[in-house]
Every structure is written in C-alpha cells, then in structure tokens.
C-alpha cells in the first residue's frame, strides 16, 4: 500500500521518505495519505481480520494501535515499531448519576487515560517514535504542557533515542513532570507559555539535530486515530450520534476527522458522527474562530485550570476546521468550574480522570442545556487523561481551595482522634457490637 505526505493547502505531494513536518513551500500542514483504494468495499473482511487479532498475543496485535496497521501506518516494517500495549482503552456506560448529570441516556465514556503513561498521548508516541526510528533519528524534542513530555520520554527511551522536554515555566501539573524526570528527560523550562516553548522547538528542529514529536508531527495524528477505530470496533462498528472531546493543540480534534472519513471510505461504516469540541473558556481561540464561521485565528493568552488544554495558539487549527465542517460539528467553550464540576462527577463513578477531560463531560452537559445535542443521542465523550494526572487539582477541588471555584461535589477529609465511636458518625444507623 503506497503512503505520501500531501499539503492540506494546496494539495502538493511529497514521499514519505521525505523528512518533513509541514510543506516546504509555504510552512502549512501536511497529512499522511495512504492509498486505500484496495480495501474499498472490502469492509467486512476488515472487521473479521481485527476481531481476529483480538485473540492475538503478537505484540503488534495487542497493540490498540497497530492492531489497525492498515489504517495507521501501513508502510511501516515491523522491526521499527515502537509498542508498549498502548491502546486497549475502555469505553464505559455512564452510570445513572452522569446520565442525570449530563441529560443524556446513552452516554459513553472513552477512557484514553488507560494509556501506560495515563494520556491518549501514548497513541500518537507509538507511531511518531516509530517514525523517528525509522528515519534513524537519534534524538526527539517536543513542548509539552505534561502529558506529551511523559509519553515522549516513556516510547524514545523504549527506542533507546534521547528525549528533550522543553515546558512553560511553572505551568505544568507536578504529576506529569515528575514522569518526564523518572523516565529520563532532558527537561527545560522556558520562560514563557506553551506557545513560546513550542516556536522554540519548531525552530530547534530546523536548525539541529532533533526530530520533533508535536502534533504538529502528521506521523502522531495517524497513531491518534486509532482512538476512533478501537471506539467504534467496541461499538460493533456502530456510530454514535456525537463524538465529544476536549480542544486544546487540537491534534485528537484532528485525528479523529481524518479517521472517520478513512473508515467511510473503505467501508467500515456509511455515515459520519458529528464532533464537538470543547475548550476551556479562558484558552478558546478554536471556539471563538468558530463564532465567526472559521475566518481565521485569532491567538490568544491561555489561562485555564485544565493544563492539558492550556493552550492559546494551536498547531493543528486547519485539521481541526476540516473535522467541525465534515462531520457537521460544534465548537463550544466551558468554564473552569464546569470543568472541575463535571470531572468530580466523573470521579465519583469510579472512573475518574484529570481536568481536561472533564471538559467533555462539562460541554456535553452544556450542549443538551441548549438544544444542540438531544437528550436521546448517542453519544461518546473522550476522557483524555487518568485522574493522577494532576492530583494536587484534586486536593485543592475538595478541601476548596481553588481560586474562582465553588465546588459542588466536595468530598473533604475527616480527622478523629481514633476512637471506635468516632466512626459511627460516618456511617448513619450503625450500632457497636459486644
């Protein structure tokens, strides 16, 4: 199967030997394009060849990402590939307290934080480490607001390449640097936000010897689109009426559209889902382009309690209006306090998860409130990242110590002095035995 890199611009082609992360005539972005005129109309042998993997335990099988190498990579010899198990995610049902919370009787829960590191990040790191493998890279450097930092690290020492993490100073959670600095990172902080520590490494890639492993790398966003594979294999190859995710650098946003219209196009399913996107209201420049019917962009100052999706000028802004214009989408901001609201009601179902993702939860509930999605839609909303992502967030949510936020699903701790009857209190109706 014959693979190009192809300018979302103009359309121009260059090899996929070529070693580029945007088109060199005028700096846009490139996809990846694989031609997969010879699997149209054979979408049931795809199905039976997947669920045939399922029982695998080849590692490239078990892989929630290369189980799909015909549609993530497929020009890739296996020896490059780098694989921890990344993938294999599961699609919860949404308990009776989210339904009520949310409106919506046919939730469901994508839980990317099941990674190895603890972020859907790990899909993009398989297939962007494999490439820099493959072009014999020997060092790797991206900007991160944490959680790219951790999977970056975590996949480049598999591959026994050197990893560079430049993070915007103080701005990131202590649970996602400390994984950077156990795995082994070169790791700078810039004096600046993620936009500056990312035109610093765009710049360092040009002019030294490192490959970088933003999103803004077209080899990341195909390993991203398994999210969308694996989702709707779970599903049966049943598409719900939503897809709801967290904005931020905009990279799922546009994975998740470029796979959606590969899996039509070999028939893997007929008709597209429609994808919201949700930002924070204080880092929303998709949101507000979107407003104005995608004009253009206009970056802003990000500042939003949900680290993953701080971020005020994203990378991958032309896949992303692609996305929300194919599939019929939306674009809608939440506050820090939905944001924080809705997580907690995530927590509380036991599945928990960090800030951003709650923003999914919190737009989807917004999104029925105002009509857009229907009470009995199915629908999907992605968790981006585990609830230890960022623990001090959690601490400070339920002992109410976040600036600007009331918290509505408090949960404080309790102290006693140790006594046996204390207890009683906490447990209504209980008596002591003899």
Sequence with gaps: MQSSLRSLAHGATYP???????????????????????????GEELRRLFDARLASWGPLDRSGVWRYRELVLPHVAPQHIVTRGEGNTNLYPANADLQRYTGLAALQLKHEGENPTGSFKDRGM??????????????????????????????????????????????????????????????????????????????????????LLNSVNPFRLEGQKSIIIEMLHQRGWRVPDWIVVPG??????????????????????ERLPRVAVIQAEGASPFAAAFRREFDHLEPMSAETVATAIRIGNPANYAKAVRTVLETEGWVTTVTDQEIMDAKAQVDLAGIGCEPASGASVAGARKLVAEGVISPAAEVVCVLTG?????????????????PAITPQFTNPMHTIEGHLEELMAFLPGATVSA
């Design 16 to 42: 996929i030997t070529q070693h580029l992360y945007t088109d060199p005539q005028d700096g846009s972005l490139l996809d990846v394009v694989h031609d997969l005129s010879a699997w149209h109309g054979r």
């Design 386 to 402: 585990h609830v230890l992502k960022d623990p001090q967030a959690v601490i400070d949510y339920h002992s109410a110590q976040m």
């Design 248 to 269: 931020g650098n905009l990279g799922n946003t546009s994975a998740f559209g470029k796979a959606l219209l590969e899996l039509r196009e070999v028939g893997l399913i």
């Design 126 to 211: 398989t297939t962007g480490v494999t490439r820099a493998r493959e072009i014999g890279a020997t060092a790797v450097i991206c900007a991160s607001t944490g959680n790219t930092s951790a999977s970056m690290t975590s996949f480049a020492r598999m591959a026994g390449v050197q990893p560079l993490i430049l993070f915007p100073y103080g701005k990131v959670a202590v649970g996602k640097v400390s994984q950077s600095l156990a795995y082994g990172a070169v790791s700078i902080q810039v004096r600046g936000d993620f936009d500056a520590a990312l035109a610093l490494v765009r710049d360092a890639a040009e002019r030294l010897p490192v490959y």
